[in-house]
């Protein structure tokens, strides 16, 4: 099979939440493979450093830095504007943008609840929207919605997180439908444990503590998300619409106490 079935080549992408980790990561690959990129996150100054680090690499696309807040659907019409002046009609979007914190439950104020799930799940809603309508009135797209394995576990501590997840899992299995009569394709990633810069610190671990080359283990690195991401961009996941595929490593089997009877 010929490896330009899974090369992007020639597309623009707006990648959200993509200054750091699994987005940023996802940038550069994408940027390697020959895509333009519109690389958003709530701070300029981050989103600057990474734009500038792969238009000053060897990577054949080229980045734009635009800040956006994923909540701000102005902000995001912006972001739109500028991607298709600067360089094309949004081709990609991939939905990364995400936020987080451990609290039990029952502490949680309203103001804490709101803020993740419109992070997380709404601020993915109105990218697909905004981003969408140019997808429907143009030729399509493809739409990718980095989604988490709490989603489909729960996550104690994270009733926020992984409420706004599984919703987001929802959407995207939703869309897959109301959305293919327009040629766009949307598909769902669910990471388990990546090692990004924050699980660095909590670990003190680096890549070269990973055995990438194991198949037992339960800690990814970012590019092994962002694979997944180019492959769902390409020609090669054609035949793959709403589903979230799950990205983390030996399954996690919860442990059944078994009784006789």
Known sequence: ????????????????????????????????????????????????????????????????????????????????EAATDELDPIDILVNNAGASFEAPTEELSANAWNTILEINLTGAFNC???????????????????????????????????????????????????????????????PG???????EQQRSMTADDIDTGSVDRQLGLPDEIARVAQFLASPGAQYIQGETIVVEGTPRIALTEHHDM
């Open 193 to 199: 444990l990546v090692l990004t810069e924050g699980v």
């Open 1 to 80: 099979m010929s490896t330009a079935t899974f090369s992007i080549d020639g597309d623009t992408a707006l990648i959200t939440g993509s200054s750091r980790g699994i987005g940023r990561t996802i940038a550069e690959r994408f940027a390697a493979d020959g895509v333009d990129i519109v690389v958003t996150s709530r701070d300029q100054d981050a989103v600057d450093a990474v734009a500038d680090s792969i238009n000053d690499s060897d990577a054949p696309g080229e980045a734009l830095a635009v800040e956006c807040d994923v909540r701000d659907r102005a902000s995001i019409r912006s972001v739109v």
């Open 128 to 190: 697909a929207q905004i981003v969408g309508d140019g997808m429907i009135e143009g030729d399509g797209g493809t739409i990718i919605n980095v989604s988490s394995v709490a989603g489909r576990d729960g996550a104690p501590m994270m009733a926020h997180y992984a409420a706004a997840k599984s919703g987001l899992d929802t959407l995207t299995r939703t869309l897959g439908v109301e959305w293919a009569p327009y040629e766009i394709r949307i598909n769902g990633i669910m």
